[in-house]
Nanobody
Framework: QVQLVESGGGLVQPGGSLRLSCAAS????????MGWFRQAPGKEREFAAA????????LYADSVQGRYTISRDNAKNTVYLQMNSLKPEDAAVYYC?????????????????WGQGTQVSVSS
């Protein structure tokens, strides 16, 4: 069983930055494609970013392209999401997820393990 624990959320002003972390345990992290998804109040969960097992391939939602950067450190069993130029519409609960394949995916149905989420609020 894989456990995923997100951290790094909080309140930030528009234009600010946050870095989310997701620590994995209980599995073979380096063989998993990893993703970040988000869910705003009253909305469905949506894809934000994903990364392949070695970090060589990344995917981004159009809404975050150029502002967010996903990365991973397999030695630390951790995936990161650097979020810059944050907007009020970026406010959501952010979830990390792991899939049992090495490649990234935009589809949440491809992910097997999920964290509990971390809240990101963007407000002045």
């Amino acid at each position: 069983q894989v456990q995923l624990v997100e951290s790094g959320g909080g309140l930030v002003q528009p234009g600010g930055s946050l870095r989310l972390s997701c620590a994995a345990s209980g599995g073979t992290f380096s063989s998993y494609g990893m993703g970040w998804f988000r869910q705003a109040p009253g909305k469905e969960r949506e894809f934000a970013a994903a990364i392949s097992w070695g970090g060589g391939t990344t995917l981004y939602a159009d809404s975050v392209q150029g502002r967010y950067t996903i990365s991973r450190d397999n030695a630390k069993n951790t995936v990161y999401l650097q979020m810059n130029s944050l907007k009020p519409e970026d406010a959501a609960v952010y979830y990390c997820a792991a899939r049992l394949r090495v490649g990234p995916s935009r589809n949440e149905d491809d992910y097997v393990y999920w964290g509990q989420g971390t809240q990101v609020s963007v407000s002045s």
